[in-house]
């Protein structure tokens, strides 16, 4: 019985490999195949199974709604700072804060004498005032043309709109007619106040409000010789900071290191809850997930400041790695604006500052591909976000961001104050987390 068996099966691997060779070796490799992709795709599950919708989207509200607009250097920013720190001790990270100097911040305040407090931004390169500010009447500037002034101006505030040519321009022929302030309203209906690049360094102060705000001012207050109150106060050696936990392998030493970036400020009067208390949820739910898992690679978290002044924390983060830490950094995952549920971002984008692929968008790709990731991924060539300093140190990066494909458009409460909860879809978070989360574990799993 026994030998009967021994030869039957001798003949059958004898006789397929003498017929089909080839196809036996594709059946054999197929099969290893398979059960790599099987056992990927069971490690895909440890972490998927984990993310979740409600906690993401508690911490996008506790960012968004509790603490609110998290202006570089303000007590918004450092309020989301201490929220992310507390967390990440919390799940049993070592915790790092990096501290750095950012630009003398101008805040201004804007009053009418019927007290009516009136939205502004002080573009970089207005000059401030006293304490008590100025107060005085204001001047119908129209566009701001040199033709548009007349001596009347002189000891007032110029109201000017808009268009035609630029902020600065504007504002040089107002301080040349003898203003002593310039406001520049909005020409179409934006729901923030207008944020005028004004270039050169002026010394009177100069600040941009909204079209409807202009509007009344011109109504209530040019046309009964009433008058306004405008402050601006420079805010000097303002600091902001980035947090960082790092998970390290149990054995060895000089790890490879990958990092996972996400940044928390917002601009003014955002609650910036797409732009990025979104990515920065989905971040600290994959601290958490991947905090028990044994890894062999150095995983690095780093919540970023001031990415919204000119991405200066990212900047600041990784001008403090060593060279050779730089050299063992084998990537970098960013996610900024990843969960907004406006109906046309329907796909992830995977932004790469010369929009070439790279292990990073290759790792998220073959992911998507394992897990089914319902929305299209696509790599396009775009910086303005953190990945670009990790990029420039040489370290692979993506810009994980959803759009509307085809036009690239993003949504349009972005950088507004409309940039609330209300437009976040929980589906969304949870795609981004499993997605990026999955792909993390791939790189760095045991
Ligand atoms: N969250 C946006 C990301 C972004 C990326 C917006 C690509 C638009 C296109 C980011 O916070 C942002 O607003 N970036 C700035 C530039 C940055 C250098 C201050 C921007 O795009 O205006
Ligand atoms: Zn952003």
Same mark, same amino acid.
Request: a negative charge; proline letters at 4%.
């Given at each position: 019985?026994?030998?009967?068996?021994?030869?039957?099966?001798?003949?059958?691997?004898?006789?397929?490999?003498?017929?089909?060779p080839i196809q036996?070796?594709? =059946?054999v490799?197929?099969?290893?195949?398979?059960?790599?992709?099987?056992s990927?795709?069971?490690?895909d599950q440890?972490?998927?199974?984990?993310?979740?919708?409600?906690?993401?989207?508690?911490?996008? #509200?506790?960012l968004?709604? =509790?603490?609110?607009?998290?202006? *570089?250097g303000?007590?918004?920013?450092?309020?989301?700072?201490?929220?992310?720190?507390?967390?990440? #001790?919390?799940?049993?990270?070592?915790?790092? *804060?990096?501290e750095f100097?950012?630009?003398?911040?101008?805040?201004?305040y804007?009053?009418?004498s019927?007290?009516?407090?009136?939205?502004?931004?002080?573009?970089?390169?207005?000059g401030?005032?006293?304490?008590?500010?100025?107060?005085?009447?204001l001047?119908?500037?129209?566009?701001?043309?040199?033709?548009d002034?007349?001596?009347d101006?002189?000891?007032?505030?110029?109201?000017i709109s808009r268009?035609?040519? *630029?902020?600065?321009?504007?504002?040089?022929?107002?301080?040349?007619?003898?203003a002593i302030?310039?406001?520049?309203?909005?020409?179409?209906n934006?729901?923030?106040?207008l944020?005028? /690049?004004?270039?050169?360094?002026?010394?009177?102060?100069?600040?941009?409000?909204?079209?409807?705000?202009?509007?009344a001012?011109?109504?209530?207050?040019?046309s009964?010789?009433?008058t306004?109150?405008?402050?601006?106060?420079?805010?000097?050696?303002?600091?902001?900071?980035?947090i960082?936990? =790092?998970k390290?392998?149990?054995?060895?030493?000089?790890?490879?290191?990958?990092?996972?970036?996400?940044?928390?400020?917002?601009?003014?009067?955002?609650?910036?809850?797409?732009?990025n208390?979104?990515?920065?949820?989905?971040?600290?739910?994959?601290?958490?997930?991947?905090?028990?898992?044994?890894?062999?690679?150095?995983? #690095?978290?780093?919540?970023?400041?001031?990415?919204?002044?000119?991405?200066?924390?990212?900047?600041?983060?990784?001008?403090?790695?060593s060279?050779d830490?730089?050299?063992?950094?084998?990537?970098?995952?960013?996610?900024d604006?990843?969960?907004?549920?406006?109906?046309?971002?329907?796909?992830?984008?995977?932004?790469?500052?010369?929009?070439?692929p790279?292990?990073?968008?290759?790792?998220?790709?073959?992911?998507?591909?394992?897990?089914? =990731?319902?929305?299209?991924?696509?790599?396009?060539?775009?910086?303005? /976000?953190?990945?670009?300093?990790?990029?420039?140190?040489?370290?692979?990066?993506?810009?994980?961001?959803?759009?509307?494909?085809?036009t690239?458009?993003?949504?349009?409460?972005y950088?507004?104050p409309?940039? *609330?909860?209300?437009?976040i879809?929980?589906?969304?978070?949870?795609?981004a987390?499993?997605?990026?989360?999955? /792909?993390?574990?791939?790189?760095?799993?045991?």
């Amino acid at each position: 019985m026994k030998k009967g068996k021994i030869i039957l099966s001798t003949i059958l691997v004898t006789s397929s490999l003498y017929f089909a060779p080839i196809q036996l070796d594709k =059946t054999v490799e197929a099969a290893a195949n398979s059960e790599v992709h099987q056992s990927k795709k069971a490690f895909d599950q440890k972490v998927i199974a984990r993310v979740s919708e409600e906690r993401m989207m508690e911490d996008v #509200r506790y960012l968004s709604e =509790t603490i609110g607009p998290r202006v *570089t250097g303000t007590e918004g920013e450092q309020q989301a700072a201490d929220f992310i720190r507390e967390r990440l #001790r919390s799940y049993g990270y070592q915790v790092e *804060t990096q501290e750095f100097s950012i630009p003398d911040k101008l805040i201004g305040y804007l009053q009418t004498s019927d007290e009516n407090e009136v939205l502004i931004n002080i573009p970089e390169g207005s000059g401030d005032t006293s304490e008590s500010g100025i107060t005085a009447e204001l001047f119908d500037a129209g566009l701001g043309k040199e033709s548009d002034f007349t001596p009347d101006v002189a000891g007032k505030i110029a109201l000017i709109s808009r268009g035609e040519f *630029t902020f600065k321009k504007k504002v040089e022929n107002a301080v040349e007619a003898g203003a002593i302030g310039v406001l520049i309203y909005d020409n179409t209906n934006q729901p923030g106040p207008l944020n005028p /690049s004004i270039g050169g360094d002026f010394s009177i102060p100069v600040g941009g409000i909204t079209k409807v705000s202009g509007e009344a001012l011109l109504e209530d207050v040019v046309s009964q010789n009433k008058t306004v109150t405008f402050k601006v106060k420079r805010m000097e050696n303002a600091k902001s900071q980035n947090i960082i936990a =790092t998970k390290l392998p149990k054995k060895g030493a000089n790890h490879d290191i990958l990092h996972v970036s996400a940044h928390f400020d917002s601009v003014p009067f955002a609650p910036g809850a797409s732009d990025n208390a979104s990515g920065t949820a989905v971040a600290l739910e994959l601290a958490r997930v991947l905090k028990s898992y044994p890894t062999d690679k150095e995983l #690095r978290f780093a919540f970023v400041g001031a990415e919204e002044i000119g991405l200066v924390g990212s900047e600041h983060y990784v001008s403090q790695l060593s060279e050779d830490e730089v050299n063992r950094s084998i990537g970098n995952f960013n996610m900024d604006m990843v969960g907004t549920s406006w109906e046309n971002a329907t796909a992830i984008y995977m932004n790469t500052l010369d929009g070439q692929p790279n292990i990073v968008s290759e790792t998220a790709l073959a992911t998507a591909d394992r897990i089914g =990731t319902p929305s299209e991924l696509v790599l396009y060539k775009r910086g303005a /976000s953190d990945h670009v300093n990790f990029y420039e140190a040489g370290i692979p990066a993506v810009n994980f961001i959803r759009r509307e494909p085809g036009t690239a458009n993003l949504e349009p409460y972005y950088h507004t104050p409309l940039d *609330t909860i209300e437009y976040i879809s929980a589906e969304r978070l949870k795609e981004a987390g499993d997605l990026v989360g999955a /792909s993390v574990y791939s790189l760095i799993r045991k």
